[in-house]
């Protein structure tokens, strides 16, 4: 539970992060890299919601703001941008933004593998703990493209 309360406002970052690539990315990779995961974080966005209300358990509000504490803690989220770094990232346009984009979303993909497995480690629900291994199969995957796409720009 505490994993979908977590990731779902990480998700939502990568969400807005990836809307963003739609009117300020030059690079097309980076476009479609962009449309991918956000279709796929909206897709989970949308599995873990319903987990939680299945559960009866709140789902955090959107726009809930940047930099969101863990459930239950004072500790910010791994990977999660701040404020001015989403900013920045707004206000970025061509190569410049590819450049921001790719390197914001591998701290911000290197953030939810390791809540993901934290949850491998230790969470309970086997739907969720298989989202887990998803996300770092996923986004380990889109890093090493990530990073093959900064070395090109």
């Given at each position: 539970m505490t994993f979908a309360q977590a990731m779902v406002p990480h998700h939502r970052q990568a969400v807005e992060m990836s809307v963003l690539a739609e009117t300020r990315a030059d690079n097309t990779d980076v476009k479609a890299l962009a449309k991918r995961i956000r279709d796929n974080q909206q897709a989970e966005i949308d599995t873990m919601t319903g987990w939680l209300a299945a559960w009866g358990r709140p789902a955090p509000m959107p726009g809930a703001g940047h930099g969101t504490a863990l459930p239950g803690t004072d500790h910010p989220m791994p990977g999660m941008l701040?404020?001015?770094?989403m900013q920045?990232?707004?206000d970025a346009r061509g190569t410049e933004f590819d450049q921001q984009y790719l390197t914001m979303m591998i701290t911000h993909h290197q953030g939810a593998i390791t809540m993901a497995r934290q949850e491998i480690a230790t969470g309970a629900n086997a739907d969720a703990k298989a989202l887990a291994q998803r996300i770092v199969t996923e986004q380990q995957a889109e890093i090493t493209a990530m990073r093959d796409m900064l070395s090109r720009l």
């Open positions: 701040s404020d001015a770094d920045k990232l707004a």
